[in-house]
């Protein structure tokens, strides 16, 4: 047996704490007790209060099964907890996963009483001469939950005695629709997906486009990702290469024929100045991996990984930093200059792989746009008397 205190109710949360410990000592169970500073953890993370102790209550039961290695959490919701969760997401808004009710089994968390009303398991209770405690915060009107319970669901019963039965029913046909709905999402994911890497993943726009209903399928792949404006992500199949829509978790990135998923991250890639003494050690840890720097005797294999440059042109201390507008270069093999920006359009980057290109800089000169292409200021020709090869390893 488990019991939560969030400490919400003083007295009367240590009353149920008692009241928990004589049950398990009259059961002969053990018995697991977990105390939260429940309006703490909700202010740090910017919860409600009732989702603050959930994500506390089920983060510490999944902790308890593991610790213990018990297969399953049992937990007590019933069919009126059930019918009052589909009110509160029908309420404020949502697509056909949020109408199919609370799961039976949802992973390791199972919920055997979901089939009986509030009223049965109390009738149960009492004919049986099992006493329980009632929380005293269900009476209270402010919880949306409360309301639904106190106000709404009394005028539904009123409108059909059966309303449960119907109920059950409705949520029965609603999963086995989602079920359907939740097959054919995966078999359109194995289509549209054309790449999964370290910037994020790709969707082929055309997927969407030939469908009778785009905007249906992003609603369905995407709902997780905290989106919102769902006409302005459908806007986003026909704009221009580069627009993206933002959640306060990910953003959703127009680039050519693709939509980009990727996660809202900072970039926060601080300058690094490199000493020739450090160069001296042959590798220097940097922020987007280990440089490393060989001296060799001639050029051998070459990758977007690494350059040679003639050692004597390098003026000390380097610097490496994420590119910036304005930043020019000469690429390898070319008589003028480029921009920085210019170059990564031209090579077709997206602006999640931009956001994170690197320079390696000598004096001001742009050395290596790391990971793709070298300056020619600084290449090896017929009097280079000493090489060095530069690595990036991450």
């Known amino acids: 047996m488990a019991h939560c205190n969030f400490n919400l109710r003083e007295e009367e949360s240590n009353k149920d704490e008692g009241f928990v410990l004589e049950l398990a000592e009259d059961l002969d169970v053990e018995i697991f007790i977990q105390n939260?500073?429940?309006?703490?953890y909700a202010k740090e993370n910017k919860r409600s209060i009732q989702m603050a102790a959930r994500e506390l209550r089920y983060?510490?039961?999944?902790?308890?099964?593991?610790?213990?290695?018990?297969?399953?959490?049992?937990?007590a919701h019933h069919a009126d907890d059930n019918l009052e969760t589909f009110l509160i997401n029908f309420s404020r808004g949502t697509g056909l996963n949020g109408l199919t009710g609370i799961p039976v089994l949802n992973e390791n968390i199972a919920r055997?009483?979901?089939?009986?009303?509030?009223?049965?398991?109390?009738?149960?209770?009492?004919?049986?001469?099992?006493?329980?405690?009632e929380d005293a915060s269900n009476a209270s009107r402010k919880y949306l939950r409360n309301k639904l319970r106190h106000e709404v669901v009394p005028i539904l019963k009123e409108i059909n005695p059966h309303l449960l039965d119907s109920f059950q029913n409705t949520l029965?046909?609603?999963?086995?629709?989602?079920?359907?709905?939740?097959?054919s999402i995966k078999s359109f994911t194995k289509q549209a997906v054309v790449a999964t890497d370290q910037y994020g993943t790709?969707?082929?726009?055309?997927?969407?486009?030939?469908?009778?209903?785009?905007?249906?399928?992003?609603?369905?792949?995407?709902?997780?990702?905290?989106?919102?404006?769902?006409?302005?992500?459908?806007?986003?199949?026909?704009?221009?290469?580069?627009?993206?829509?933002k959640s306060n978790t990910h953003r959703l990135i127009k680039h050519r024929e693709n939509l980009i998923l990727a996660e809202l991250k900072q970039i926060n890639i601080k300058t690094v100045t490199l000493s020739e003494n450090e160069l001296q050690n042959g590798r220097i840890s940097t922020p987007i991996g280990e440089l490393k720097f060989d001296t060799v005797e001639n050029i051998?294999?070459?990758?977007?990984?690494?350059?040679?440059?003639?050692?004597y042109r390098l003026k000390f201390p380097l610097e490496l930093r994420l590119w910036e507008e304005g930043d020019v270069f000469q690429p390898i093999g070319m008589s003028g200059k480029k921009k920085v920006?210019?170059?990564?359009?031209?090579?077709?980057?997206?602006?999640?792989?931009?956001?994170?290109?690197?320079?390696l800089n000598s004096n001001g000169k742009v050395v290596w746009v790391i990971g793709k292409r070298a300056d020619d200021r600084f290449k090896v020709t017929d009097s280079t008397k000493h090489i060095v090869k530069i690595t990036l390893e991450n």
Do not use: H
Request: aromatic content about 14%; charged content about 25%.
């Open 36 to 40: 939260f500073d429940t309006e703490t």
């Open 59 to 75: 983060d510490w039961f999944k902790e308890l099964a593991a610790q213990l290695k018990f297969d399953y959490v049992l937990t």
């Open 112 to 133: 055997p009483l979901l089939v009986f009303s509030r009223e049965q398991i109390e009738a149960y209770a009492k004919s049986e001469g099992i006493l329980w405690r």
């Open 172 to 183: 029965s046909n609603l999963n086995d629709t989602a079920s359907i709905v939740n097959e």
């Open 202 to 245: 790709s969707y082929s726009i055309a997927e969407f486009t030939k469908t009778a209903n785009p905007k249906a399928y992003l609603f369905e792949l995407f709902k997780d990702y905290g989106f919102t404006e769902w006409n302005d992500v459908l806007n986003l199949l026909v704009a221009e290469s580069g627009k993206m829509v």
């Open 300 to 311: 051998t294999t070459t990758s977007n990984n690494s350059i040679y440059v003639d050692k």
């Open 341 to 359: 920006s210019k170059y990564l359009k031209d090579e077709k980057l997206s602006l999640v792989e931009k956001e994170k290109i690197c320079l």
